[in-house]
């Protein structure tokens, strides 16, 4: 499979999890919800790094992945990547290491000497709220990351489009 399909498919997964997300937030099962923003941003973030031709084994960390590649002034130039794409880039580490920082707690809970605090207790509507806006803002970098690129196949620019237009319209509810 080339590195276009591998981001296009990363690129589905991830918005299909946005609006799973988007669903699960909308009923008030906030665990769930902030599990499937995890889940997108963390697609999103493989997508880049597919697109980009960077190779990498399973994680449920890519944006230290993508750290990486900004601390590599060689790497960067060889990928001859724009200013702004580099921006982008770091606004989407930003954004997708307070997401994967949130690890298990979502499905799990925490752990504590006396009882398991059960997600509920901690991903509750204003929480959850927050980790979305984080997730959006994540996202939107990412389409504006790969709207740096002028000649897209037409399936990746596609579900580019999809994920603009749904994570356009997020925020607009959101506010």
């Known amino acids: 499979m080339d590195n276009y399909s591998k981001a296009r498919d990363r690129l589905k997964m991830g918005l299909e999890d946005l609006r799973r ?4 937030y909308s009923e008030g099962d906030y665990p ?21 031709g960077i190779e990498f084994e399973k ?17 960067l130039k060889k990928l001859n990547l724009s200013r702004e794409q580099i921006t982008y880039l770091t606004l989407i580490i930003s954004h997708a290491s307070f997401l994967e920082s949130q690890g298990s707690m979502p499905r799990y809970g925490w752990e504590t000497e006396e009882r398991i605090i059960m997600p509920s207790e901690v991903y509750v509507k204003d929480v959850a ?5 984080s997730t959006l803002e994540g996202l939107s970098n ?14 990746l620019s596609g579900m580019i489009n999809q994920l603009k ?11």
């Open 21 to 24: 997300g988007l669903a699960r």
């Open 32 to 52: 769930d919800a902030v599990f499937r923003f995890q889940l997108s941003v963390e697609n999103a973030c493989k997508s880049i790094l597919s697109f980009l």
């Open 59 to 75: 994680t449920h960390f890519p944006s230290v992945l993508i750290g990486r590649l900004v601390s590599d002034k060689e790497r």
């Open 129 to 133: 709220k927050e980790l979305l806006r």
């Open 142 to 155: 990412v389409v504006k990351f790969f709207s740096e690129f002028k000649s897209l196949p037409p399936d």
């Open 165 to 175: 237009n749904v994570v356009d319209d997020a925020s607009g509810k959101l506010g």
